[in-house]
C-alpha cells in the first residue's frame, strides 16, 4: 500500500467511525440513548402479566453510548413453563438465575443451574430456557447487542 491508498483508508475509516459514533449518539424513538446513570426501582417499574403466569417487568432499553443495543429485564416463571419455544437471535444474552431452577438449553445441550447460575447466548445460538423445579424461577436478561 502506497501512501496515497494509506491516506485514503485512514480517511475512509475516519468517517466511518464518525458516523457510527454520530448514530450511536442519536439513539431513536424505538432505542433511545442510555447516557445517564440511574437507579431502577423494582416498586417503580410496570409489571407485565403474560400467559401460563409467567411475569416480566422490563428495567431498561435503549442504545449505549458506544453503539451497543441493551435491554435488560427480570422474568419470573411458574413450575414447568418456558417463557418461549426455542430460537435464535443476532444479539447475546446472559441469563442470571435468582432463585429457583431453570433448565438452559444451548443449541441441544441442556443444563440445570439455581441461584447464582449464568447463562450466556452467543450470537444466532439456538436456546431456550424452562423452569424445571417445584417453585417460580426467577431470573434477569441482559441482551447486548441488536437484533
Known amino acids: 500500500m502506497n501512501r496515497r491508498e494509506m491516506m485514503i483508508a485512514v480517511s475512509a475509516s475516519a468517517l ?3 458516523g457510527l459514533v454520530a448514530e450511536a449518539k442519536t439513539g431513536s424513538a424505538a432505542e433511545p ?3 445517564d446513570s440511574k437507579v431502577y426501582q423494582f416498586e417503580d417499574l410496570p409489571r407485565v402479566h403474560l400467559a401460563h403466569g409467567q411475569e416480566d417487568q422490563v428495567v431498561l432499553q435503549g442504545a449505549l453510548a458506544t453503539g451497543e443495543g441493551l435491554e435488560v429485564h427480570e422474568t419470573t416463571l411458574p ?3 418456558m417463557p ?3 430460537h435464535r437471535h443476532i444479539h447475546s444474552e446472559l441469563m ?3 432463585s429457583g431452577l431453570l433448565e438452559f438449553d444451548n443449541d441441544g445441550t441442556k ?3 439455581g441461584p447464582g447460575g449464568v447463562f450466556f447466548v452467543g450470537s444466532n445460538v439456538l436456546h431456550a430456557v424452562k423452569c424445571v423445579g417445584d417453585v ?3 431470573y434477569y436478561v441482559v441482551a447486548i447487542g441488536r437484533g
Open 16 to 18: 466511518l467511525g464518525k
Open 136 to 138: 417460580a424461577a426467577n
Open 33 to 35: 440513548l442510555l447516557k
Open 111 to 113: 443444563t440445570v443451574a
Open 79 to 81: 413450575p414447568g413453563q
Open 96 to 98: 442470571l438465575v435468582r
Open 84 to 86: 418461549h419455544l426455542a
